[in-house]
């Protein structure tokens, strides 16, 4: 469950925000703050996972107020303005959403979210979900049964035990979705994860009955998870 709070002067963009984290049921409205002190007053006695953070606001200035936390959360700044944006990744926040955006844009800035539950363990994180978009529907998909992701022209299919799924992303946009301690690219057409290979030999990737190739230029990288 991702706890979130919304900190925007606007109230129709609470609404809009609410709206569309309301259609995905592992996020969870902790409060509204309408401007950043009410937000730095929640803070002091609760935490949270993920901010909705507005920059142009009364009082104190949305990147003002994220310089003033200690260990911020997760942060999605939502603004009208789009010259803030360099400032806004050099604070290391997890997207920069304009507005007016629509779901689309707002699931795939939710989708880099990533929640901290006290430890680094590989079991945390192959619980973690993300949604992807196939059939006109958002599908939860669980990090630990994915097996591997194969590009297929401007489409990627992300394979399971039991279904696959055939969605409209590039394979690099995929990778940026999923956690680099589990997954990684050994293939300029194929990501893998770490917690279904069931052999190496040669160049290939052996889980279950799959055989994915190993890239020359990608093998350090297989190396690497491995050790």
Avoid at 41 to 69: C, H, Q, W
Avoid at 93 to 112: H, M, S, T
Avoid at 198 to 218: F, L, S, W
Wanted: hydrophobic residues 40%; contains cysteine; aromatic residues 10%.
């Amino acid at each position: 469950m991702i706890k979130y709070l919304i900190v925007d002067d606007e109230p129709i963009a609470h609404d809009i925000i609410k709206g569309y984290c309301d259609e995905l049921p592992h996020l969870k409205l902790m409060q509204h703050c309408y401007n950043a002190l009410e937000a730095l007053a929640y803070l002091r006695e609760n935490s949270v996972d993920l901010i909705f953070l507005d920059l142009n606001m009364p009082k104190l200035k949305g990147f003002d107020f994220l310089k003033t936390l200690p260990n911020p959360p997760n942060v999605i700044v939502t603004t009208a303005y789009q010259e803030h944006a360099l400032e806004g990744y050099e604070l290391n926040v997890v997207d920069y959403l304009l507005k007016p955006f629509g779901f689309e844009r707002f699931l795939k800035a939710i989708n880099k979210v990533k929640v901290s539950q006290g430890t680094s363990s590989s079991k945390v994180k192959e619980e973690r979900s993300i949604f992807l978009y196939c059939d006109k529907k958002h599908v939860k998909v669980k990090l630990g049964d994915i097996f591997y992701v194969e590009a297929a022209g401007n489409y990627c299919n992300v394979v399971q035990e039991n279904e696959n799924i055939l969605i409209r992303e590039k394979i690099s946009e995929i990778l940026d979705l999923l956690s680099s301690d589990i997954f990684v690219q050994v293939h300029k057409s194929y990501i893998v994860s770490k917690l279904h290979i069931d052999a190496i030999e040669g160049n290939r990737i052996m889980i279950k009955d799959h055989q994915i190739p190993i890239g020359k230029v990608y093998k350090n990288n297989l190396l690497n998870l491995l050790q």
